[in-house]
């Protein structure tokens, strides 16, 4: 047995309805709250309706900045921690997904300390203090898991960089995950999210600080993931598929949040970084088959138990033999979702590719993966990765997009 610790600070409120709680959670650390969102649209408006009578019910006082777009920028975090402060907020409840729930984190930041959040990255020296405001998040996606995680991803566009902020300090308060909230995902998005929830699961198993705990909590995700995510995806109002991804996403947001991520992430994120309008999601899935080949042999146990999720049938196959299939059921599963596609797919230039390797560096997470890719080989995997593969969705590919 190895030595471990694990740690989780987050009240998780979870189930059906839970939502009607918000007021009463928000209210135990403020009366000043400021709800951070995307732009209200009609799809979301009765949610942030009701999010706002919960809050007035319970006698808090609520601002609404609702200017978070997908890779929230550091002007982005600005704008909010400027409304923040204009509303004296002594609160921030970020309701959305992964992009809201982050910015309220670095709002929280920004607006209580000098410079900008650029300035409390994981690398900084200078980090966040308990001067930080308390954050309450509600998700309304499944895939992200940063309702249970210390960590708020920001995209500086004139670095042409996305990075994060990585501090006990931005563990929301209480999450609020009500499966309810996510019967109207449409179907690229659940995907997408859906297919992080995995990555999160599978790289917390290979990172060098997993536990037993986190080991064991990983694979009851991924085995969700693997059942529950192809339901949702042809069917967004599958309520027992949404409360399943849903707790998958937590159990994987709470793997990371005590483990960590490895090499996909550090492309899964320098690829938004440098080309904004590809999603997270989307990042990870055109990585994947390139990074699991790379992977496979130097993490064969870990490889073969995903693989006998994916396909009971490698059950019967030595561990070796199960690895190496492990590569090609991932690939399945992506295709089986309407994940199957390459850089090339999203517009991005084969000559930037080099520019793109050495971004993908930056982050430590390639050297949590079993085998440290050089930059070289960092290159080779996007090569490889590049060749673009048509996926349809809703009648029409990628490339048509």
């Known amino acids: 047995m190895r030595d471990f610790k694990y740690f989780q600070p987050t009240e998780i409120r979870f189930g059906s309805g839970k939502i009607n709680e918000v007021g009463e959670a928000v209210a135990k650390y403020g009366k000043r709250c400021l709800l951070v969102t995307v732009p209200v649209e009609p799809v979301f408006e009765s949610l942030f309706d009701k999010i706002k009578a919960s809050l007035k019910a319970t006698g808090v006082e609520v601002a609404h900045h609702d200017d978070i777009i997908p890779n929230p920028t550091t002007e982005c975090i600005t704008a909010g921690a400027a409304a923040a402060k204009n ?16 910015s309220a984190k670095a709002i929280a930041v920004e607006a209580t300390h000098p410079g900008t959040c650029w300035d409390y990255l994981y690398c900084s020296e200078t980090q966040p203090t308990d001067k ?44 609020i995950v009500d499966p309810d909230l996510m019967l109207t995902v449409p179907e690229h998005i659940t995907a997408s999210t859906g297919f992080d929830a995995f990555a999160h699961a599978f790289e917390s198993l290979l990172h060098p600080n997993a536990s037993p705990y986190t080991d064991m909590i990983a694979r009851e995700a991924v085995q969700l993931i693997v059942r529950y995510l192809p339901r949702v995806v042809k069917n967004s109002s599958d309520r027992e598929g949404r409360a399943a991804m849903a707790w998958a996403d937590t159990l994987a947001g709470l793997c990371i949040a005590n483990a960590g991520v490895t090499l996909p992430h550090g492309i899964g994120m320098a690829i938004p970084g440098m080309y904004p309008h590809v999603m997270h999601g989307e990042a990870l899935a055109l990585n994947y088959p ?63 590719l080099r520019e793109l390797a050495e971004q993908s560096l930056v982050l430590p997470d390639n050297g949590n993966n079993p085998r440290i890719a050089t930059v070289e080989d960092m290159k080779e995997l996007l090569e490889q990765s590049y060749r673009a593969r048509r996926c349809f969705l809703h009648g029409r590919s990628m490339t048509d997009k």
């Open 290 to 352: 390139a990074f699991t080949r790379f992977t496979c042999t130097h993490a064969v146990n870990q490889f073969a138990a995903i693989g006998r999720l994916l396909n009971p049938i490698l059950g019967n196959k030595p561990d070796k033999a199960a690895a190496e299939s492990m590569c090609e059921e991932v690939d399945r599963f992506l295709k089986e979702i309407g994940m199957w596609f390459g850089l090339e797919d999203f517009d991005i230039p084969r000559e930037e």
């Open 87 to 102: 509303h004296d907020a002594d609160v921030v409840l970020g309701a959305g997904g992964g992009s809201s729930m982050d």
């Open 132 to 175: 930080t405001l308390p954050i309450i998040a509600v998700s309304t996606t499944s895939g992200t898991g940063s309702q249970v995680t210390q960590v708020a991803v920001v995209t500086n566009t004139g670095k042409r960089d996305k990075s994060a902020i990585y501090n006990s300090i931005v563990y929301p308060k209480v999450a």
